[in-house]
């Protein structure tokens, strides 16, 4: 018999040598990788930094467990601590946003609204949401999402003049098509949204009203944002964006009622096994924002958010809505005769990463767009503060104004804005992670 056949099958150091010394391909990606969140400014609006503690939940040895189900309703056996987590992530969660009902299985804020379409819906219902070029977002019925596919989708927008959305018109689209399930929020709409008036809105045509809130949760649960949990029937959240948690979704209503529904359309209805690694790291996140420094946190967000708006307005940037009243900023870049592809990565080059972004009436593609969405909640984490986010501001405006130029230029603008960048960063530094 060979070695292979008669040996164990742990080979040596399988439980003891380090991740540099068994692979150093992913441990220098993942350091170089460390580097760069260390080094630059972190702009992109779904980004966060998580806690050491996040780190070391989703590190830790829960990930090797599989269940199915919920705490006490198994479908495996050894699942006692499992379930101790699990119930701690949910009973968090419904005390952090005064619900009745939380679930905290969904891989993903995408999966949570899956969930919920599965729960309400059947193939072909209406569903009337916010279009994706006003700031909707995919898994609320883009044609590219398999919620635009096999449901029928009538969307709203927001007003051409001022960005905002329009709520009349909502109620007159509301009556006009009696849609099953009507959706506020999105992932660039910057502005607070009535949710009372949705639920009135809702109420007119006996629909269900589903508020994703994953671009604002964390201002909710720091009391610096009005919640829809109220209003809406379900809301539904990433824990990732300014809650500063693991990836992950969660959903949320006030009748528990509905929980039936809702659990059996996440699981067995779009998911199978609990990421149970991931719950711990949300039951850790959950347990951080219920404490009273995250409320200092999230009023910070939010007072950041606005001085990098002042200060770009300061600056003739063009901003959707003139200013924010969430952790994230939509640029309009059509007045600097730029795409947000090439302001993107001009920034990037600089030191500075967000993404391009539709803005309303956008007449190019996705790929290239005439915008850019910034978010403040990576920055507020490692300590800026507004005097930080008006250098930033004024950072951001110095690479846009020298963009259109090109040329040599433009590389020396980015060069010195990346050492500006490196430097404030020095300032300010982060954890170097277990990894
Ligand atoms: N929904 C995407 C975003 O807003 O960036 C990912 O979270």
């Known amino acids: 018999m060979s070695t292979q056949e008669t040996g164990t099958a742990t080979h040596d150091g399988y439980f003891t040598k380090t991740l540099g010394e068994t692979d150093p391909e992913i441990h220098t990606a993942l350091m170089a990788e ?164 949705f639920r009135a809105i809702a109420d007119a045509t006996d629909s269900i009203l589903l508020a994703d809130m994953a671009h604002f949760a964390g201002l909710v649960a720091g009391g610096a944002h009005p919640s829809p949990v109220p209003h809406a029937h379900v809301s539904t959240a990433t824990t990732y964006k300014n809650l500063r948690g693991v990836r992950g979704g969660i959903i949320l209503a006030q009748d528990v009622s509905l929980e039936r529904k809702l659990n059996s359309a996440v699981f067995p209805g779009v998911q199978g096994s609990v990421i149970l690694n991931a719950i711990a790291a949300k039951a850790v996140c959950l347990g951080e924002a219920l404490r009273p420094e995250f409320k200092t946190y999230a009023h910070a967000v939010l007072n950041n958010a606005r001085m990098l708006a002042a200060t770009l307005v300061e600056r003739g940037v063009d901003i959707v809505t003139g200013g924010t009243d969430t952790p994230l900023l939509l640029i309009d870049l059509r007045g600097k005769n730029l795409t947000g592809a090439e302001a993107a990565e001009s920034l990037e080059r600089a030191g500075l990463t967000s993404n391009k972004n539709g803005i309303p009436g956008d007449t190019q593609p996705p790929t290239i767009t005439s915008g850019l969405r910034f978010g403040v909640s990576a920055g507020t984490t490692r300590g800026f503060g507004q005097q930080e986010f008006e250098i930033i501001g004024n950072l951001i405006a110095n690479v846009l104004d020298a963009a259109p130029s090109g040329g040599t230029d433009l590389t020396s603008i980015e060069h010195t804005t990346q050492a500006q960048v490196k430097q404030l960063c020095e300032r300010f530094p982060i954890y170097r992670a277990p990894v």
């Open 34 to 197: 460390e580097d760069r969140q260390r080094d630059g400014i972190e702009l992109i609006a779904s980004e966060n930094i998580v806690s050491r503690a996040t780190l070391e939940a989703v590190g830790s040895a829960i990930v090797n467990k599989t269940v199915e189900g919920y705490p006490g309703k198994r479908y495996y056996g050894g699942a006692v601590h499992a379930d101790v987590i699990e119930q701690l992530a949910i009973d968090r969660a419904k005390q952090l946003f005064g619900a009745a009902y939380a679930n905290v299985q969904p891989h993903s804020g995408s999966q949570a609204n899956l969930a919920v379409f599965l729960a309400f819906l059947k193939p072909g219902d209406t569903v009337l949401s916010m279009d994706l070029s006003a700031g909707g977002h995919l898994s609320h019925g883009s044609s590219a999402n398999l919620t635009g596919k096999w449901f029928n989708i009538v969307h709203y927008g927001v007003s051409e003049v001022d960005g905002l959305i329009d709520y009349d018109d909502v109620l007159r689209l509301a009556h006009e098509h009696r849609p099953k399930l009507i959706i506020c929020g999105g992932s660039a709409y910057p502005r607070a949204i009535d949710f009372a008036r």
